[in-house]
């Protein structure tokens, strides 16, 4: 297939872009690097000479842009990952959110529209839940009420998405990943520490009261089980949970993992309070994932293996 992957130059794109060209397929990667970086790092040299990669730096939230590239490539599926990663710098400046998270996503649908292109995979994300704490979260959930700008740009995105399904007979499957980590990390917890912690390796400041409580899925699993559904797609909308083997792990376990793994000893932690990292932060939820375990698809890491193993990367690609 000819693939778009918008957000490609990203934490979770880049490593879905790899994935789709050792799966044969030809992709088209376009994202206006916020994070400046055009050699969309990591890409194997293999795949960047194999003609099979193109890739436009642009504003995905202009139509004219999206149009542009629509009528200059015959696109067989949409892989949306472009959006704010940011969410408390979201959580300051409402536009960020509105802008790319909300509108790359009707800008999109809409070339979709006019350029008759008729599947789309969606990175949606767990804060379209909002606060269930009480309750393990499947897809058929509802009243849903996200507590944050990034969630209701994608939960608005979701619904946006379903009524292109219906009105233009697209084909979608929605992902809503937890938080993913891995190798090329940018933003979150883990990444977060490991820096705090090589300027201090004596205190550590932590958001909240630590016990912030959540899933933490591997990126190389998150990837296996979009390939898989990308094999196997079938037509219609499909919404899926995406998470890890077992539980969540808290905040401050994550602390005392990156501290073990970065061999430090006597590192004091010093908790900022209350019981979230930041207004619009989720505290605490769980998936049920028997829908996506259905597929045959199933997580090699828990949440605690992967966080290990992503601060073993992270620090290796700093040496
Ligand atoms: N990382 C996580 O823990 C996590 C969790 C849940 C959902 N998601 C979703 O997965 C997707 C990928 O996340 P990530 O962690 O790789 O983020 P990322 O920030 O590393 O990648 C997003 C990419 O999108 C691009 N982008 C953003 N707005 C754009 C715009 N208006 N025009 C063009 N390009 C634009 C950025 O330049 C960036 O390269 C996002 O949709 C995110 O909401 C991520």
Redesign the pocket.
């Known amino acids: 297939m000819k693939i778009l992957v918008?957000?490609g130059?990203?934490?979770?794109?880049s490593h879905l872009i790899d994935r789709l060209l050792e799966d044969g397929h030809e992709v088209i990667c376009?994202?206006?690097?916020?994070?400046g970086d055009k050699s969309i790092p990591h890409l194997d040299r293999r795949f960047l000479e194999s003609g099979r990669f193109k890739l436009y730096e642009?504003?995905?939230?202009e139509q004219k842009n999206t149009d542009k590239l629509f009528f200059e490539n015959k696109i067989d599926a949409v892989y949306h990952?472009?959006?704010?990663?940011d969410i408390r710098k979201g959580g300051e400046e409402p536009s960020i959110d509105f802008?790319?998270?909300f509108l790359?996503t009707r800008v999109i649908l809409e070339g979709m529209r006019k350029f008759d292109v008729k599947n789309i995979f969606f990175?949606s994300?767990s804060a379209v839940y909002g606060e269930m704490p009480y309750m393990e979260l499947t897809e058929l959930a509802g009243g849903l009420k996200p507590v944050s700008y990034y969630g209701g740009a994608?939960l608005a995105s979701e619904a946006l998405i379903s009524s292109y399904v219906s009105m233009c007979n697209m084909n979608a499957v929605i992902f809503r990943?937890?938080?993913?980590i891995g190798p090329r990390l940018?933003h979150?917890v883990v990444f977060d520490f490991i820096n705090k912690l090589q300027k201090n390796p004596r205190v550590l400041e932590i958001l909240g009261d630590g016990k912030q409580c959540k899933p933490y899925l591997y990126v190389l699993d998150l990837v296996e089980a979009i390939a898989k559904l990308t094999k196997e797609f079938k037509p219609g909308e499909e919404i899926y949970n995406i998470s890890v083997k077992g539980e969540g792990t808290t905040v401050t376990h994550i602390a005392e993992i990156v501290v073990d793994v970065m061999g430090l000893k006597s590192v004091k932690f010093k908790y900022t309070g209350g019981d979230r990292g930041w207004k619009g932060d989720v505290p605490q939820f769980q998936y049920d994932i028997s829908k996506i375990l259905s597929t045959g698809w199933k997580p090699e890491n828990t949440s605690d293996e992967a966080v290990r193993q992503t601060v073993i990367d992270v620090l290796g690609a700093m040496r």
């Not at 130059?9 to 794109?13: L, R, S, T, W």
């Not at 990952?81 to 990663?85: D, E, G, I, V």
């Not at 990943?177 to 993913?180: L, S």
Request: charge should be negative; avoid cysteine.
């Open positions: 918008t957000g130059a990203g934490f979770i794109g376009a994202d206006k690097l916020v994070f642009m504003e995905l939230a990952m472009a959006a704010n990663s802008n790319d998270t790359t990175a994300t994608k990943f937890p938080n993913v940018t979150g």
